[in-house]
């Protein structure tokens, strides 16, 4: 073989070595191409979830149950609820009074001494107290009275004062003056000394205390 063919079969391997390193950038390029088409074709990856609270579109405050009619001795509290309800609070006040003299057995006497207070039983008084307190906000019943009494040190002239009872030191409201609505002072009413018992208007001190300390024992 002389060397003219060795150069000649040379030159074909090199050209085969050239045509096979060609093809072969070729065919990577297409895979890196295909790749990055395919990259770019792809649907995006979904956002991330997160869980949205949800809030309430209105708010409605937790209403009190209703106040119980209970009575140990059997008195019937529908009409005072009622009355109670409609905010008809002269009326209310009236029917007040005439459970308390029928709960305490003195509706003939028609006035109360310090031992029918004394007795006066509990859920009675809770029930009677509960319904005032209930169907004003908070602002009347015999607790509430009992709370500013103890505010002013127990002192029945400066809680008839605070309560707005008195028009000055001697001249104390008629019943006729008396604010029955709801924008009365704050324990305006009841009216203590006029619960059609004579005590409370005799002996206004030592009732009232009477009863505030019944409310106290009973623990309303």
């Not at 003219?4 to 085969?16: H, S």
């Not at 070595?17 to 297409?30: D, E, N």
């Not at 995006?44 to 009619?69: D, E, G, K, Q």
Request: glycine share 4%.
């Amino acid at each position: 073989m002389d060397w003219v063919v060795i150069g000649t079969l040379a030159g074909i391997v090199a050209a085969v070595a050239t045509a096979i390193q060609v093809w072969a950038a070729w065919k990577s390029h297409q895979r890196e191409e295909a790749k990055r088409l395919a990259q770019h074709n792809s649907p995006p990856s979904p956002a991330p979830s997160f869980s949205t609270p949800t809030f309430p579109t209105t708010y409605s405050p937790p209403r009190p149950a209703l106040n119980s009619l209970e009575s140990e001795v059997g008195a019937d509290y529908t009409k005072l609820r009622d009355l109670l309800a409609v905010q008809r609070f002269k009326e209310a006040d009236q029917e007040t009074s005439r459970l308390i003299l029928w709960v305490s057995r003195r509706e003939k006497e028609s006035w109360l001494d310090s031992k029918s207070i004394g007795r006066f039983p509990c859920q009675d008084l809770r029930t009677i107290d509960g319904l005032w307190v209930q169907h004003s906000n908070g602002k009347f019943g015999f607790s509430v009275q009992k709370q500013i009494y103890n505010q002013v040190g127990k002192d029945y002239y400066k809680f008839a004062d605070e309560v707005e009872w008195r028009l000055n030191w001697e001249d104390w409201i008629t019943y006729d003056k008396v604010l029955f609505e709801l924008r009365a002072p704050r324990g305006h009413i009841p009216p203590l000394y006029y619960l059609n018992m004579r005590i409370f208007m005799e002996r206004g001190i030592s009732a009232t205390h009477c009863l505030f300390s019944r409310i106290e024992t009973c623990k309303i």
